[in-house]
């Protein structure tokens, strides 16, 4: 079937504008993670949805970021003021529950000008 | 909290060398063991896991064992290919859900 889809794949924008990442993850799974990739830092795990639970956002990095899942599938992942640290790789994945296996999208790249 | 460390390389090999990528860990209880790869342009994939003390994961190839005496999960292949070249990823799954990955280690393999 499908995997996890992400749009957009490249995204740039000015200092002090607000992005929205989209997410689709994979059809049935409850689980949904946004971590970001880049070069100063690696992955970082940023927020995870489970079901209708409250989100664990403890690695969200400051207050200008924030995400929602609707229906608890789709997730919008929100970046208001942006940055130019906030340039990275924005990175989800889906999965069927713990211990099963995360299956990441291919990614949006952020470039904060 | 939990952390990851693994060789961060980058590391150059002959085709059909031999590959070991270290990889360490510290976590509280009983993590889950990943290692993810990282293709030229493409996502994250998963390459193997191990979920218990002593689970061998294997995949193409690759092997790695999950070794909690040591807190240990080290990737090994006995004949690397061009193809394997990519960036690999040690990540472990803690008492939170979340993912925690090492810094990666790039490899290429010339042929």
């Known amino acids: 079937g499908a995997g996890v889809s992400q749009s957009p794949s490249n995204k740039v924008t000015e200092k002090g504008k607000d992005v929205e990442l989209r997410c689709d993850p994979i059809?049935?799974?409850?689980?949904l993670y946004w971590y970001r990739q880049s070069l100063g830092q690696g992955l970082e795990f940023l927020i995870y949805?489970?079901?209708?639970?409250?989100?664990?956002k403890s690695g969200l990095p400051s207050d200008r970021f924030s995400a929602e899942r609707t229906g608890g599938s789709v997730s919008t992942l929100t970046i208001q003021r942006t940055q130019q640290e906030d340039s990275a790789v924005y990175l989800c994945?889906?999965?069927?529950?713990?211990?099963?296996?995360?299956?990441f999208g291919p990614g949006t790249r952020l470039t904060v000008l | 909290g939990d952390s990851v460390t693994q060789m961060e390389g980058p590391v150059t090999l002959s085709e059909e060398a031999f590959l070991t990528i270290n990889c360490t860990y510290t976590?509280?209880?009983?993590?889950?063991l990943f290692w993810y790869v990282q293709y030229p342009g493409e996502g994250l994939q998963l390459l193997l896991k191990?979920?218990?003390?002593?689970d061998k994961g294997s995949n193409k190839g690759f092997e790695a064992t999950y070794r909690k005496e040591t807190t240990s999960f080290h990737l090994e292949k006995g004949s690397v290919q061009v193809s394997d070249s990519a960036v690999y990823f040690c990540?472990?799954?803690?008492?939170?859900?979340?993912?925690?990955f090492g810094k990666g280690t790039k490899l290429t393999v010339n042929p």
């Open positions: 949805f489970q079901g209708n639970s409250a989100p664990d």
């Open positions: 990540a472990l799954q803690g008492g939170s859900e979340k993912l925690v």
């Open positions: 191990a979920t218990k003390a002593d």
């Open positions: 994945a889906s999965s069927g529950g713990r211990p099963e296996t995360q299956y």
């Open positions: 976590a509280t209880g009983y993590p889950s």
């Open positions: 059809s049935g799974h409850t689980a």
